[in-house]
């Protein structure tokens, strides 16, 4: 865990120095892989989507992207599944395993509300009969 903290230590203090506009909007997908590490000891990926998504796409692209993901959590009620997905965002490079992001998926798709799955048809409200309370049609 160490050496996971210094490195997103050295990479986000490169970052925050590279600029507002890079802070905002990111340098571009793939700045944080092989070939493109501030230092030369760097030769991994920083084990971690959100540092990878903040140097990658900036300030905006992670807001927009743990949005998207918490909205489809929310509309199902699985804020247990948001809360675990974004642990294992944190410590690990989750959006790019498509183990972890089919699970989550798998998940989003069968915890779905009745409402999703089957559409139940509203009940038919009864004709009142004719000249009940003075009402005639």
């Keep these: 865990l160490a050496w996971r903290l210094t490195y997103w230590t050295v990479l986000l203090d490169a970052h925050m120095n590279s600029g ?9 997908g793939g700045a944080s892989s092989a070939g493109n590490y501030p230092y030369f000891f760097m030769y991994r990926g ?4 959100f540092v990878k998504m ?5 300030f905006v692209g992670t807001s927009l992207v743990v949005l998207v993901l918490f909205n489809l959590c929310r509309q199902r009620e699985l804020y247990g599944l948001f809360a675990a997905l974004c642990i294992a965002m944190a410590s690990g490079n989750t959006i790019g395993s498509p183990a972890v ?16 799955l089957i559409r139940v048809p509203e009940a038919r409200t009864q004709r009142m009969p004719r000249g009940f309370g ?3 049609r």
Excluded: K, R, W
């Design 20 to 28: 507002a506009f890079h802070i905002l909007f990111g340098t571009g």
């Design 46 to 49: 920083p084990h971690s989507d």
């Design 54 to 58: 903040f140097i990658e796409y900036g």
């Design 101 to 116: 992001m089919g699970t989550f998926f798998v998940c989003l798709s069968l915890y779905s509300p009745q409402s999703y």
């Design 134 to 136: 003075g009402l005639a």
